[in-house]
């Protein structure tokens, strides 16, 4: 298993430009931002990254989490780890919501898992759910793709884009062979997370900014 934490430096952050959810601003604080990277064949087959960050108010700065499989018997143990996250963000941190872009996806994917691990844990019992992509469309009337909405926002990406498909070709070689992931190029692996981590990082730019953009285009549609 491959287990990386990051700090990411957060910009200034004003209460104009916050996403308001029923008339709240400051859910944010109390969130997780969550996206995963997965293999479905027919049917989930594994996480391939799981990766969440939350905002620490006192140091002002988003703390980052992430576990990608190795091997088959990482298939398991990803979703262990991922049960203890969410756990700990839970009971320990107090966050109560996850935010995600379209996240009704991932959500089916690692319920299902769960499941068919043994693993009890049920995500719904312990956190609301905010999907960007649907504040968007009621805000906008129009549907969105995170790509696109991420330019919309001026947000720059260090990673590279990658497909959906690419990253399954990439997992269902690892599932199927023990020893792809130490033959993969390190920076493969690096591409993949960096990918994984700006995702979730973008969710948080997204949300306390939202504003910026939504009242810029008021204003341009007169």
Same mark, same amino acid.
């Given at each position: 298993m491959i287990e990386r934490?990051?700090?990411?430096e957060v910009e200034e952050i004003l209460e104009? $430009? *916050? *996403?308001s959810i029923n008339g709240k601003k400051h859910l944010f604080k109390d969130a997780i931002f969550f996206d995963l990277e997965h293999y479905i064949y027919k049917k989930p087959i594994c996480i391939g990254v799981f990766g969440c960050c939350y905002f620490d108010d006192i140091a002002n700065? *988003? $703390?980052t989490t992430q576990y990608m499989i190795e091997n088959r018997k990482d298939a398991k143990a990803i979703l262990t780890l991922a049960k203890d996250y969410f756990y700990t963000m839970s009971s320990k941190y107090g966050k109560k919501y996850l935010v995600t872009f379209s996240g009704n996806n991932d959500f089916t994917v690692i319920n299902y898992l769960f499941e068919k691990y043994n693993i009890n844990f049920n995500i719904e019992e312990h956190f609301k759910h905010i999907d960007l992509q649907k504040e968007y469309e009621r805000e906008k009337k129009v549907c969105i793709g995170l790509k696109a909405l991420e330019k919309e926002f001026g947000i720059t990406r260090e990673s590279e884009v990658i497909s959906g498909s690419n990253l399954a070709k990439t997992f269902s070689k690892i599932v199927k062979d023990s020893g792809y992931v130490q033959r993969m190029p390190e920076e493969k692996r690096d591409k993949i997370l960096l990918y994984n981590e700006q995702d979730v990082v973008s969710l948080f730019q997204i949300y306390v900014n939202w504003n910026i953009v939504m009242k810029r285009d008021k204003i341009l549609e007169g």
């Open positions: 934490h990051d700090v990411v104009e $430009n *916050l *996403l700065k *988003l $703390n």
